[in-house]
Nanobody, 116 residues
Framework: QVQLVESGGGLVQPGGSLRLSCAAS????????INWYRQAPGKERELVAT????????NYAHSVKDRFTISRDNAKNTMYLQMNSLKPEDTAVYYC?????????WGQGTQVTVSS
């Protein structure tokens, strides 16, 4: 059974940092791309960052480039999203996602709130 479990969200002041984790199980983690999405209240879900299966290709949304870093530990079946210089507009529920055997899978999400 494919599972993605996010953790690491919370309340942080503007300019602060958080590291999100996505623990994966039920599939060969190193064989698939893993993505981070976010959804703010009243807005559509947007792609934040993508890492290909071997981490050889990484892409970021323009709004987070140079502030967020995606990484993966294939030995631990875990994906990370290091978020620095956080802004109030980064407030959202963050989800990890993968497509395995043609089917998309999502975690339950973790809330990130950036506020003073």
């Amino acid at each position: 059974q494919v599972q993605l479990v996010e953790s690491g969200g919370g309340l942080v002041q503007p300019g602060g940092s958080l590291r999100l984790s996505c623990a994966a199980s039920g599939f060969t983690f190193s064989s698939v791309a893993i993505n981070w999405y976010r959804q703010a209240p009243g807005k559509e879900r947007e792609l934040v960052a993508t890492s290909t299966r071997a981490g050889g290709s990484i892409n970021y949304a323009h709004s987070v480039k140079d502030r967020f870093t995606i990484s993966r530990d294939n030995a631990k079946n875990t994906m990370y999203l290091q978020m620095n210089s956080l802004k109030p507009e980064d407030t959202a529920v963050y989800y990890c996602n993968t497509v395995y055997r043609g089917r998309p899978y999502w975690g339950q999400g973790t809330q990130v709130t950036v506020s003073s």
